[in-house]
Antibody, heavy 120, light 108 residues
């Protein structure tokens, strides 16, 4: 059973860069089966897909965030990361890392989530 | 593609059946999924590809539909089913995912 855990700064200043890491246990992210994703949830509202990456380096991002997002994997540490540039208060949310298997167009494994607040 | 869920809130009693709707703004492929989210927890995958139950999901949970209209049915409701339920789609020729706004299910 794959387990995910998010870590990173919980407070980010406006116009700064949000950086989070997802540490994976229970299986290797370099397995050909997995896509490594990020999803966020603004306070009290629904879910927003941010994007995901594959071990080949292919990445797929939400068009509304595309110019500001980078998802990268570090297979040596069984981790992957999210970077979101030029943040504003609108980026305040709970950020989840979530993994899907290639055969499934749904996210099967989720981290517990981490709240990131954008504020000065 | 926009997903619209209804009703926004559903209040039922234990033992009853819940029927949750998810309507897409245009016809979608088979890539419809449903998630359950309880307060303070991450979403949990229930159903993928319209009607396939994820690992460990009880048979009380079922998915159906096609085209633009999809349904999550929960039989024999239990108090633990109280949660917000989200539908999610991925277009057949696009890697993008979108979620509905959620239906809050309350078990009285």
């Amino acid at each position: 059973q794959m387990q995910l855990h998010e870590s990173g700064a919980g407070l980010v200043g406006p116009s700064q860069t949000l950086s989070l890491t997802c540490t994976v246990s229970g299986d290797s992210i370099s397995s050909g089966a997995y896509y490594w994703g990020w999803i966020r949830q603004h306070p009290g509202t629904g879910l927003e897909w941010i994007g995901y990456a594959y071990r080949t380096g292919d990445t797929f991002y939400n068009p509304s965030l595309n110019s500001r997002v980078t998802i990268l994997g570090d297979t040596s540490k069984n981790q992957y990361s999210l970077r979101l540039n030029s943040v504003t208060a609108a980026d305040t949310a709970v950020y989840y890392c979530a993994v899907k298997r290639g055969v499934m167009a749904a996210f099967e494994y989720w981290g517990l989530g981490t709240l990131v607040t954008v504020s000065s | 593609i926009v997903l619209t869920q209804s009703p926004a809130t559903l209040s039922l009693s234990p033992g009853e059946r819940a029927t949750l709707s998810c309507r897409a703004s245009q016809s979608v492929s088979k890539f419809i999924a449903w998630y359950q989210q309880k307060p303070g927890q991450a979403p949990r995958l229930l159903i993928y590809e319209i009607s396939n139950r994820a690992t460990g999901v009880p048979a009380r949970f079922g998915g159906s539909g096609s085209g633009t209209d999809f349904t999550l049915t929960i039989d024999s409701l239990e108090p633990e089913d109280s949660a917000v339920y989200y539908c999610q789609q991925r277009a057949s020729r696009s890697p993008e995912y979108t979620f509905g706004q959620g239906t809050k299910l309350e078990i009285k």
